[in-house]
């Protein structure tokens, strides 16, 4: 019972032109073997396009190419992630050179195979195999040597800076943003607290203030402080370190702690609503991403199949272009062949036309010579009509005279 593996290495590895014909026959005898999930995997194998078997062929054909793909892709990327000029220049050099003359090997190793691969096919092979050395799952999908349609790296530098890590730079950038911007606010916010708690700390622990300094701040601290009176500021702080100057400043000192925590509680309140809304939005933008990205597979999908519909269209017509180049050389042989009998023709007619006035003439002299001949004929006829009658009388005489005798 044959695997998977060989049939898929027959199948990718063999001409194009009876893929289907191969799979099909493979597919019928794992059905006839029993084994319909075989069956099933090899009916969905799909035929490669020109260009992906032309690849085929070329990977097969030269064991060395996967490593060399593999090694000069991440010396590229090497070179692309360290920003060495010098280095990305030479690569690109061997790179543009090794492309072309593995795509004019493809080029030759299918023609061989009967599959010629038409221009617009050999710039997908060019293609496919330079996006191997930019992706190394790529590589290993040509190394692989069953590819079914060729590929392309669009982007910038290496897959490095492909799709996916734009993304998370995109959503990083909004998180890391979101977390920058939590971060200041919050700095912000503390700091301002803690100037202001520290302000009013200071003014606690320093003591008095002179006049009534003191007492216009604690009435500013907000609910909670303790409202001193000029007078009594007054005298406590001439009372020096009396009962009521101690008194004053502990209810100074509470009031200004007490407004202190009111604006920490604001700033952690305001700073809650901020981060809900940064929140909302982030959760918004990750919805507009999921619905973009799954319009952006759609795309894909739909770009796939006309792709798939051109490549089979390119198929169709390359066929139809064999068979009319084919019906053409025939014509052209044929036309050759009546073109040489019709010289022929022409040369026999004029060598005819040449010899016809001596035919003529010998034809005249003919007619000449058979019209004397006649006419000789004709008087040697009467000469014997003569000679004939005399002859008669001769014997008629005979007879008489024989008949007169005694």
Do not use: C
């Amino acid at each position: 019972m044959v695997s998977l593996d060989d049939v898929v290495d027959d199948l990718y590895g063999g001409p194009l032109d009876d893929f289907v014909a191969r799979r099909d026959a493979a597919a019928r005898a794992a059905r006839a073997a029993q084994d319909r999930d075989l069956a099933r995997r090899i009916g969905a194998l799909r035929k490669p396009t020109l260009a992906a078997a032309a690849v085929n062929l070329l990977v097969r054909d030269d064991p060395t190419l996967a490593g060399t793909l593999r090694d000069l892709g991440e010396s590229l990327r090497d070179a692309e992630r360290s920003l060495d000029g010098p280095a990305l220049r030479d690569l690109g050099r061997r790179r543009r050179a090794l492309v072309a003359g593995w795509a004019a090997q493809a080029r030759r190793l299918a023609a061989a195979a009967g599959q010629p691969v038409s221009a617009a096919a050999a710039q997908e092979v060019e293609r496919t195999l330079t996006a191997a050395l930019a992706d190394p799952r790529v590589a290993d999908a040509v190394a692989a040597g069953t590819l079914t349609h060729g590929t392309e790296h669009v982007g910038f530098g290496g897959v490095g800076s492909g799709g996916d890590e734009v993304a998370g730079a995109d959503g990083g950038a909004d998180g890391d943003g979101g977390d920058a911007d939590d971060a200041r606010t919050a700095r912000r916010a503390g700091a301002g607290a803690s100037a202001e708690a520290g302000a009013g700390g200071g003014a606690a622990d320093g003591g008095t203030a002179p006049g009534s300094g003191g007492a216009g701040r604690a009435r500013r601290q907000g609910s909670g402080a303790a409202v001193v009176d000029p007078g009594d500021g007054a005298a406590g702080e001439s009372a020096g370190p009396g009962t009521g100057g101690a008194r004053g400043r502990a209810s100074t000192a509470r009031g200004r702690d007490d407004g202190g925590a009111d604006r920490a509680r604001a700033a952690r309140d305001r700073e809650h609503e901020r981060r809900e809304r940064e929140g909302a939005r982030a959760r918004e933008r990750h919805a507009r991403a999921v619905t973009a990205a799954e319009a952006a597979q759609r795309d894909l999908d739909r770009v796939a199949e006309r792709h798939e519909a051109a490549a089979t269209a390119e198929r169709d017509a390359t066929t139809a272009l064999e068979d009319a180049e084919r019906e053409s050389a025939q014509a052209y042989a044929a036309e050759e062949e009546l073109v040489h009998a019709l010289a022929d023709v022409r040369r026999r007619l004029a060598e005819a036309r040449a010899r016809l006035p001596r035919v003529d003439e010998r034809l005249v002299t003919a007619r000449t010579r058979a019209r004397e001949r006649e006419k000789a004929l004709r008087a040697a006829g009467r000469e014997l009509d003569r000679a004939s009658s005399a002859a008669e009388r001769a014997r008629d005489q005979e007879r008489r005279a024989a008949a007169d005798l005694p």
